[in-house]
């Protein structure tokens, strides 16, 4: 029978039973989630990975592109497995039939926790330094794909279970954890850069033994964060419903929900089986959607797509050399920063290439503007055009 083969995909794996939650190393955003922000002012609070971070900054070319979408994910098809389950439902009996899809539906569920548990492994091993940024991305792409094939490995499990009177299974709460491993950065990573280099994005990767994040630069800046220590399913739940989450939500993120901006809403969905609440608000710089915990009252998983363009400067710095004035406006939360590059008399804008570190991060539009994700430290700044060059050191920012 057809429809089980998506399934299969996902059954014949190697399955290991897995927690979703580490009590010992879950705790620490029970009682203080606020401490898991880096607060902004006139933009939105962003949920950081953690201390003792390895950042790197790279760029998603045709050798990352090709790195990524030929990964090998792992999966393994069992055709005698397939045939016999095939098979078997149809000359089973009701009750044999309510056995063969249990037993798919745990197998499933196994899935589901051993994609937080790769992450984990996958995260702690980048933030020690045994394992390379391109293999750490590989695993978040990996779970993208994964996590669709399991979802429609549910659909079709729902659609066997619908067959056999008086029996059903719901997959509601199932469905609320895939889809954090679908996300607009992870969408963005499998789309291969063309040979004119105009899908080429900017990234930036920071990793922590409690989480990680990872930023994108293109169109807009677009985030995804995880906090690992922000998700304890085994706690009793701290939410007393919808609405407690929602309210929390509006305390993490003040600004996002402040009365004052022009375009605003917002909804939440409750997943009380898997203790997760999805908070989602639309604000005047883009869309906030984040994962709270029912065990922690923090916040598990976050994901912002904004627009750079308007965020506040809250440092700006300027060099002249050469001719040419360099300039670089930097934006909170260490966020995208604009670099600008000008005839030194005219204030004209100028084509040149930037440098980060000795580096080449990007050229200057015709506006004579680039916009770069800055180091987590201090950085060198170069920029050089036909007419001459100018550097300047950028210091560390905290605000």
């Not at 902004?40 to 990352?64: A, F, I, K, Q």
């Not at 491993?181 to 004119?196: G, Q």
């Not at 009380?272 to 915990?293: E, K, M, N, P």
């Amino acid at each position: 029978m057809a429809v089980l083969l998506a399934g299969l995909l996902v059954l014949s794996l190697p399955a290991t039973a897995v927690s979703a939650a580490e009590p010992d190393e879950q705790t620490a955003g029970a009682d203080a989630p606020g401490q898991l922000f880096v607060e902004t002012n006139g933009t939105t609070n962003r949920l950081d990975p953690g201390e003792e971070v390895r950042s790197e900054r790279l760029e998603y070319g045709d050798d990352l592109g090709t790195s990524l979408m030929t990964a090998d994910d792992e999966l393994r098809v069992d055709y005698e497995q397939e045939r016999m389950v095939r098979d078997g439902f149809e000359n089973a009996s009701n009750e044999e039939r309510e056995e063969m899809v249990s037993a798919g539906y745990d197998r499933l569920r196994e899935r589901i926790d051993a994609l937080e548990s790769r992450e984990r492994e996958a995260v702690r091993a980048h933030a020690t330094n045994d394992r390379s940024t391109t293999r750490l991305l590989q695993t978040f792409l990996r779970n993208y794909h994964d996590s669709d094939v399991i979802a429609s490995a549910l659909d079709d499990l729902v659609a066997y279970a619908d067959r056999i009177p008086g029996y059903s299974i719901s997959i509601r709460n199932d469905k609320s954890v895939l889809e954090m491993y679908r996300t607009d950065v992870r969408s963005r990573l499998e789309t291969t850069p063309d040979r004119f280099g105009s899908n080429r994005k900017r990234l930036a990767v920071r990793t922590a033994e409690t989480g990680y994040s990872v930023s994108l630069l293109d169109r807009n800046y677009v985030r995804e964060t995880a906090r690992f220590d922000g998700r304890n399913a085994s706690r009793p739940n701290q939410f007393e419903d919808i609405t407690d989450a929602h309210d929390t939500a509006q305390e993490l993120y003040p600004w996002v929900f402040d009365a004052d901006h022009e375009t605003h809403s917002s909804d939440a969905v409750e997943s009380r089986g898997v203790q997760l609440y999805r908070i989602r608000a639309i604000h005047d710089q883009g869309r906030l959607t984040a994962y709270l915990d029912g065990g922690t009252s923090a916040v598990h998983r976050e994901l912002q797509t904004l627009d750079h363009e308007q965020f506040p400067t809250i440092n700006e710095s300027r060099w002249t050399d050469g001719g040419l004035e360099l300039a670089i406006n930097e934006t909170a939360a260490n966020g995208p920063a604009e670099v600008t590059v000008a005839d030194a008399e005219t204030g004209d804008p100028v084509s040149a290439t930037v440098s980060v570190d000795g580096e080449p991060v990007g050229e200057t539009g015709s506006d004579g503007s680039l916009w770069i994700l800055p180091p987590d430290d201090g950085f060198d700044l170069r920029a050089e055009s036909d007419a001459g060059a100018v550097e300047g050191s950028v210091s560390n920012s905290t605000a």
